[in-house]
């Protein structure tokens, strides 16, 4: 039996209990139908698949970055022998997509999402210039003047959200793991945050061993915590 | 008849400055019994170690290569980070008089050209005052971080022009070049009288004194005649502009006032043969509310005690010369607390116990009725406070237009975070205060009237 829909050559019935089919370029609807069901529920079934994905990706709403003023930051705290400190920013750039609906309270699974972030390096202030500095040479941000992250998988597990992506520091580009909030905020925007630890060692950046005159030298521990509140906004 | 010599021209301000040093000002000041209020490396508040550090290099363009222009370049040869690739000046031998500090620099006499030039990413702008004005604007219209000479301009309207432009334009760093300002121990002592060391302030004096003439030479008439702008009325700010703006705006600082009324005289009395109108010997009172007033003289005739100012209260007298100061406390006046540890020059031969601010690093330092260690210069300061801030700045601007594009309000508003810890320096609004000031004292003394300061002057 030729199953083949789509063959312009008769092609005569081989086998008595089986429905021979000839299809000619001008099949009709009618004829069409009259083909056999396997075959129709395949084909329908390809066709609905497209059609639902094609209807998941039209939910998706973008949302982007916004002016350092809406709240936007992230925050990086470190350790070191003489006392602990921090360094932030106001801007993170980018773009992050999702359906809002199916963010709150997600069911179990994948949650549809994409999210790409950059952020320049040398806007990370502690605002202590000479710790500005070595913080820059350490990063060697001449080279890599940004930080960024590539989100690959979004999951819910009972109504909390967890990320997976590839986080770029310092030319290095590891998978990070990190839970995240998201809450709608006013005006159609969204606001994201996570909070997560890393070493700067698996990053290739070696934790700075100051010398400060009138303190000696400081030696920075690897650990650090980075928080991140990022607020995105769909411009419609 | 014979022509009046200036024993001095030759003398430079560098020379001046290390004429000081080993004059016996310190022991005058020793004899009065002086505390040198002196910020210590590491004291918080006046000399903050943490704002300072090695700041990427900026490219300069100097447009002037007079003697201004020429002491700024001598300063930044001396700066790793200062690099100087164009030298501009319409004087051919200024130019190459200028090379010597910057034997890289690309040369120009059209000011436009260098602006042109893309590798220029700061300018300092030393010509004659009159001429900052177009300058100022070009250089800002080309996207060139700024460092004016002072005065500003010599016309309020020239003034206003030159603060409103800056104020309009967001890209780039304005300096005003009152290097005082940027100087931490000027900056020191700012915070030593806000916090009561003179207790309250009755009068202030202040004097710059040198023999000098301020006379340049040429062989043309036409060029001479250029070159002698500041003795000439109708394009000098006279001594209280060109010289005495930096004492004035830090009376202003120290006594934390605008001056409400000046008067002020000025004659010439000895370089009256070269033609010039600008008087050589000059005196002011400038008054500032609740009655506190200024006595300020400025003469080119005589040289005595060169240049300081005093700052009277009712605790105790601050002297500052340049970047030295030392405090006359009052013996009824209550302890601070801090002058206990502090050095004493001592006025009998048997100095009582040398006591440093910095008790561990002075004492060390310096012995006995010993000179203090020396400081680097306000020029110096100023120039580093420059580099530091326009780099921040630029990166800044860069960062924001290269993430959010173009959206001056937001991007002040960024820079306002961006510039947080920034260097102590002149902005251009402070610099506009003060040579509207100097411009209206200058004023008094040239009319003989008293003028009385209007609030609507500083108004942008």
């Given at each position: 039996m030729n199953r083949n829909a789509f063959t312009s050559t008769p092609v005569a019935a081989v086998n008595e209990t089986a429905t021979a089919v000839v299809l000619q370029p001008t099949t009709t609807v009618q004829s069409f139908m009259k083909t056999d069901s396997m075959l129709n529920l395949r084909i329908l079934l390809a066709l609905a698949t497209m059609a639902l994905a094609a209807q998941l990706n039209a939910q998706l709403t973008r949302y982007e970055q916004t002016l350092p003023g809406k709240g936007s930051k992230c925050q990086i705290n470190g350790t070191s022998s003489i006392h602990d400190w921090k360094m932030e920013t106001p801007i993170i750039a980018g773009a992050f997509e999702a359906d809002p609906n199916a963010?709150?309270?997600?069911?179990d699974g994948k949650v549809a999402a994409t999210a790409s972030v950059r952020i320049p390096?040398?806007?990370?202030?502690?605002?202590?210039a000479k710790m500005d500095e070595v913080y820059k040479q350490h990063m060697e941000e001449a080279k890599f003047k940004n930080i960024t992250y590539k989100l690959k998988e979004l999951t819910a597990k009972k109504g909390e959200l967890s990320s997976l992506g590839d986080l770029t520091v310092h030319g290095v580009t590891k998978p990070v793991s990190i839970p995240v909030k998201i809450a709608s905020a006013a005006d159609n925007m969204l606001k994201i945050s996570g909070t997560t630890k890393l070493k700067m060692s698996d990053f290739g950046v070696t934790p700075p061993n100051p010398k400060i005159a009138g303190l000696g030298e400081i030696v920075t521990g690897d650990e650090i915590t980075v928080e991140f509140e990022w607020v995105v906004v769909n411009k419609k | 008849m014979m022509m009046q010599h200036?024993?001095?021209?030759?003398?430079?301000d560098l020379t001046r400055r290390s004429f000081l040093r080993t004059s016996s000002f310190a022991t005058f000041a020793a004899l009065m019994g002086g505390i040198p209020l002196r910020a210590a490396e590491?004291?918080?508040?006046?000399?903050?170690?943490?704002?300072?550090?090695?700041a990427p290099p900026l490219n300069f363009g100097v447009i002037g290569c007079g003697q201004r222009g020429r002491e700024i370049l001598a300063t930044l040869a001396t700066m790793?980070?200062?690099?100087?690739?164009a030298i501009c000046d319409v004087y051919a031998p200024f130019v190459k008089r200028a090379k010597r500090s910057a034997p890289k620099a690309a040369t120009y006499t059209d000011y436009q050209e260098l602006l042109k030039n893309?590798?220029?990413k700061g300018v300092v702008v030393a010509t004659p005052t009159h001429q900052h004005k177009d300058i100022v604007l070009a250089a800002l219209k080309a996207g060139k971080h700024v460092y004016c000479e002072m005065?500003?301009?010599?016309t309020m309207e020239d003034a206003r022009a030159i603060a409103q432009a800056v104020r309009a334009c967001s890209k780039v760093n304005f300096q005003a070049g009152l290097t005082y300002r940027a100087d931490p121990q000027r900056l020191n002592v700012l915070e030593n009288i806000r916090q009561g060391?003179?207790?309250?302030p009755v009068m202030a004096r202040a004097q710059w004194h040198k023999k000098t003439s301020l006379r340049r030479t040429s062989a043309s008439p036409e060029q001479e005649k250029l070159m002698n702008w500041r003795l000439d009325k109708a394009t000098s700010t006279g001594l209280m502009g060109e010289i005495g703006i930096h004492q004035l705006d830090m009376a202003c600082l120290y006594l934390n006032a605008q001056p409400v009324s000046a008067v002020g005289f000025g004659n010439?009395?000895?370089?009256?043969?070269?033609?010039?109108?600008?008087?050589?010997t000059v005196q002011a009172v400038i008054e500032y509310p609740k009655n506190i007033r200024l006595v300020f003289d400025i003469t080119l005739a005589n040289s005595y005690d060169s240049e300081y100012e005093v700052y009277y209260g009712t605790d105790s007298a601050v002297v500052v010369r340049e970047n030295q100061a030392w405090m006359f406390k009052e013996v009824d006046a209550p302890l601070l607390g801090w002058e206990v540890y502090a050095r004493k020059d001592a006025f009998?031969?048997?100095?009582?116990?040398?006591?440093?601010?910095n008790a561990t690093k002075l004492v060390a330092q310096t012995k006995e009725g010993g000179e203090l260690p020396p400081t680097e210069a306000p020029l110096y300061k100023s120039l580093e406070a420059f580099i530091t801030n326009s780099g921040k700045y630029g990166d800044a601007v860069e960062d924001f237009v290269s993430t959010f594009g173009e959206d001056d309000k937001a991007l002040r508003e960024y820079l306002v975070q961006a510039m947080e810890?920034?260097?102590?320096a002149a902005d251009v609004r402070i610099g506009f205060e003060a040579t509207v000031n100097a411009i209206k004292v200058n004023d008094a003394i040239n009319t003989g009237q008293k003028i009385v300061f209007k609030p609507e002057w500083y108004q942008l």
């Open positions: 963010l709150q309270g997600a069911a390096v040398r806007t990370l202030k502690s605002y202590n | 200036d024993t001095n021209q030759a003398v430079t590491g004291d918080a508040g006046a000399y903050d170690e943490t704002k300072s550090s090695d790793s980070n200062g690099p100087v690739v893309a590798d220029v005065p500003m301009a010599h060391a003179i207790g309250k010439i009395l000895h370089w009256s043969e070269d033609g010039r109108d600008v008087p050589d009998y031969k048997e100095t009582g116990v040398v006591m440093m601010a810890n920034k260097l102590h």
